[in-house]
């Protein structure tokens, strides 16, 4: 059974940064692309970001430029690096892989 658990966010200012971390259990995360998606209030449910078991990288064009992913292989955990946080970037932040997703962390960005 595979299970993704989120954490790292939080209240930030604008202009900040933060780093979210989804650690797996059930899948190797090196073996399967893995994906960070948001959600803000009112909003659709958007990628983000997307990493593959070749390293290839997916950004978004709303945070290419200030998000990055990465992943640990020893630690069977992807990060998303979100630095230069905008007041639009506040929402909770899901990882997912195939149909599991995490219970999200939220990131709230204001002054």
């Known amino acids: 059974q595979v299970q993704l658990v989120e954490s790292g966010g939080g209240l930030v200012q604008p202009g900040g940064s933060l780093r979210l971390s989804c650690v797996a259990s059930g899948v190797t995360l090196d073996e399967y692309a893995i994906g960070w998606f948001r959600q803000a209030p009112g909003k659709a449910r958007e990628a983000v970001s997307c990493?593959?078991?070749?390293?290839?990288?997916y950004i978004a064009d709303s945070v290419k430029g200030r998000f990055a992913v990465s992943r640990d292989n020893a630690k069977n955990t992807v990060y998303l690096q979100m630095n230069s946080l905008k007041v639009e970037d506040t929402a909770v932040y899901y990882c997912?892989?195939?149909?599991?997703w995490g219970q999200g962390t939220q990131v709230t960005v204001s002054s």
């Open positions: 990493l593959t078991p070749y390293g290839d990288t």
């Open positions: 997912n892989f195939g149909t599991s």
